[in-house]
């Protein structure tokens, strides 16, 4: 739902995210999802994941039962992978190092909290530190040398929204969540939220339209509401943000 929403917001995304789901695929969703048939557009998506093998061929009876209302990183995030590929070249100062020069690639945007909470804005502090240059004590095995990491950058460049994993947060950490984001030398802006129902362990999402949040949840008869307030007994999952264009 926060995926139509961010391609039907922004003229030039579907375009760009062409590139990685297909252009074909992009088309599709976006007329199902115009169409409402919601339900419809999860089955196709993941048929279609099926046929890129993305779930196991070797066809068990437990990989049979396709869960339309369960893990939503598994459904979707993680076909977004190549998406929000990041990398971060590191360099160990010790000569002996026995991999001295390493590369390390992520394919998902996790945020940790950071071990102090800092006196402003906590998700921004967390999102410079997971992009920004470190220098760590090297951990390969008998390394006494210091490793240099550099800027994180993302494999294909900035790309058009961001999803970033908060699975890690406790909701009393999360009482402020910025509106907009700087991130990889580009401006970000909130669009919308995966939220978990702990008691009913399942996945819902809440979004921006036209300076409304709206609140999404599968299992409701009436599944799209108006948020006066956040809804409660949910934590929050993960944040997703759209790039602000360059005007
Ligand atoms: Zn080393």
Redesign the pocket.
């Known amino acids: 739902m926060i995926l139509y929403v961010i391609l039907r917001d922004n003229q030039g995304f579907p375009r760009e995210l062409g590139v990685f789901l297909g252009k074909q695929f992009v088309e599709h969703f976006l007329t199902l999802m115009d169409s409402c048939d919601y339900t419809t557009v999860k089955m196709l998506w993941i048929w279609y994941r099926m046929s890129k093998r993305q779930y196991r061929s070797a066809v068990r009876q437990a990989a049979l039962e396709i869960d339309l209302f369960g893990n939503e990183h598994e459904n979707f995030t993680k076909n977004l992978e190549d998406l929000m590929s990041t990398m971060q070249e590191s360099l160990?100062t010790?000569w002996s190092?026995?991999t001295?020069f390493q590369e390390l690639l992520k394919r998902t945007v996790i945020i940790n909290p950071p071990h102090e909470l800092p006196p402003r804005d906590p998700i921004q502090s967390a999102v410079d530190e997971f992009f920004c240059p470190k220098i760590l004590l090297?951990t390969?095995l008998g390394?006494d040398?210091l490793?240099e990491f550099s800027q994180r950058g993302f494999c294909h460049g900035a790309p058009p929204f961001v999803i970033l994993n908060m699975q890690q947060w406790r909701s009393e950490e999360l009482s402020y969540v910025p509106y907009h984001l700087a991130l990889s030398q580009h401006r970000y802006s909130l669009e919308g939220a995966t939220l978990f129902n702990k008691e009913e362990h399942h996945y819902s999402a809440a979004f921006q339209i036209d300076g409304y949040w709206m609140h999404y949840d599968g299992l409701r008869s009436d599944n799209l509401i108006l948020l006066h307030k956040p809804p409660e007994l949910l934590l929050l999952s993960s944040l997703v943000y759209t790039r602000a264009s360059d005007k």
Request: proline share 10%.
């Open positions: 160990c010790s190092c026995p001295r090297c390969e390394c040398g490793r």
